[in-house]
Structure formats: structure tokens, C-alpha cells
């Protein structure tokens, strides 16, 4: 059974914090880390995707790869109001494996005033 | 370049109707996928096409559930005998073959079953 943690939350930051957000998964051949953000009612929206260890910025979104660990985190600088929203990470494989990505349960962000 | 479109957005029906949702993808996405997502949950994985085949179903799907994708193009996913249990945002997402399978959701149609 291929598992993806997120803390569910609520994760709250003041405006202009950092946010971390984390997620954790079970898959060693996973090849593909996505995050997506969604708002309330809205279907999810792709913000950032890897696929190295390591770091890719993408403005004020960090993405951070560690497959050793087995971990993948999104970073967001100089938080505000309108990144309030729920964060889903999924993972999946991209070649020689299945390509059905496996969601976490998401991680509320509220960033407050 | 458009998006994922999905018809309709919303639709409200009564247990033991049947009910069929459109697909558009992104024009040239030959992976289109569909999800199920209730509150507080991640989506989840319904069922797969890379071009018209269908490649994955998900084990837990019920046989009320098919969806078609005839020409690669776009899908449908109909519903028989809706359940209230069936009551749930379904989400299309469409993604390259190649790459890294980056998907791109539509907006969802919101299913309530009355």
C-alpha cells in the first residue's frame, strides 16, 4: 500500500512568515513529487514539481527533495493571505512503473494578517 | 491554450438516477485521469486512459462506475444507480506521457445525491 503523510494542520503564520509544510511517503520507487494547492471548493492547482534531490525555487515556493529520507517539503517565503489554502502533495513514478500519483490528505495553511 | 474542462459543474440528482460528466483535456495531453474527492480528503484515483486505451481501474471502484474515452480525446464517466455515498467532487486531470507526468486538474463537477 503506497502511503502519503501530510500533517493535516491547521499550520498557522503570520504575513511575511515562512511556511513549511511536509510530507512524508512510503514508495522507494517513487520518481515524481508534486505540490498542488487547492482552495475551498476549487479543484487542486499544480504550484511545484521535482524530480532531483535537492532544491528547486519557483519565486516565493521552495520545493526540497530528500529521497533518502524519503521526504519531500514545500517552502513559502513572505507568506500572505491569499496562500491560505490546503496543500496536497502526491508522488507517483514517471517511467516503468504505475503513473497513478498518490495524494496526501493535505496540510491547512492559514496565514493570518 | 486552454484548460481541463469539465461539464457539468454541478449536478444534483436522486438516489437511483443515473449520471454521465464530460472531460476535455488539455489538447495535447494523451493521459486524462479521473478522481473522487470528498471533504478533508486528498482526490482518489478512479480510473485511467492514455490515449482511448483504459489502462488502470481502481480496485475499489464499484461496477456502477465506467467511463469511456473513445477517440483519445475527451471522457466521460458515468454513474448508474447513484448511491448517496456517491456524493462527491470528481476531478479530470490530464497530463503528457512524457516528462514527468505532471497532471493539470479541471475546475471538478460537484455530485450531491439526494
Known amino acids: 500500500q503506497k502511503e502519503v503523510e501530510q500533517n493535516s494542520g491547521p499550520l498557522s503564520v503570520p504575513e511575511g512568515a515562512i511556511a513549511s509544510l511536509n510530507c512524508t511517503y512510503s514508495d522507494r520507487g517513487s520518481q515524481s513529487f508534486f505540490w498542488y494547492r487547492q482552495y475551498s471548493g476549487k479543484s487542486p492547482e499544480l504550484i511545484m514539481f521535482i524530480y532531483s534531490n535537492g532544491d528547486k525555487e519557483d519565486g516565493r515556493f521552495t520545493a526540497q527533495l530528500n529521497k533518502a529520507s524519503q521526504y519531500v517539503s514545500l517552502l513559502i517565503r513572505d507568506s500572505q493571505p491569499s496562500d491560505s489554502a490546503t496543500y496536497l502533495c502526491?508522488?507517483?513514478?514517471?517511467?516503468?512503473?504505475?503513473?497513478?500519483?498518490?495524494f496526501g490528505r493535505g496540510t491547512s495553511l492559514i496565514v493570518h494578517p | 491554450d486552454t484548460g481541463v474542462s469539465q461539464d457539468p459543474r454541478h449536478k444534483i440528482t436522486k438516489r437511483g438516477q443515473n449520471v454521465t460528466f464530460r472531460c476535455d483535456p488539455i489538447?495535447?495531453?494523451?493521459?486524462l485521469y479521473w478522481y473522487r474527492q470528498t471533504l478533508g480528503q486528498g482526490p482518489e484515483f478512479l480510473t485511467y486512459?492514455?490515449?482511448?486505451?483504459?489502462?488502470?481501474k481502481s480496485r475499489l471502484l464499484s461496477d456502477r462506475f465506467s467511463a469511456e474515452r473513445p477517440k483519445g480525446s475527451f471522457s466521460t464517466l458515468e454513474i448508474q444507480r447513484t448511491e448517496q455515498g456517491d456524493s462527491a467532487m470528481y476531478l479530470c486531470?490530464?497530463?503528457?506521457?512524457?516528462?514527468?507526468?505532471?497532471?493539470?486538474f479541471g475546475p471538478g463537477t460537484r455530485l450531491t445525491v439526494t
Open positions: 486512459f492514455q490515449n482511448e486505451a483504459q489502462l488502470e
Open positions: 486531470a490530464s497530463s503528457l506521457a512524457t516528462g514527468g507526468n505532471e497532471q493539470y
Open positions: 502526491a508522488v507517483s513514478h514517471a517511467s516503468g512503473g504505475s503513473y497513478i500519483p498518490t
Open positions: 489538447s495535447e495531453h494523451n493521459r
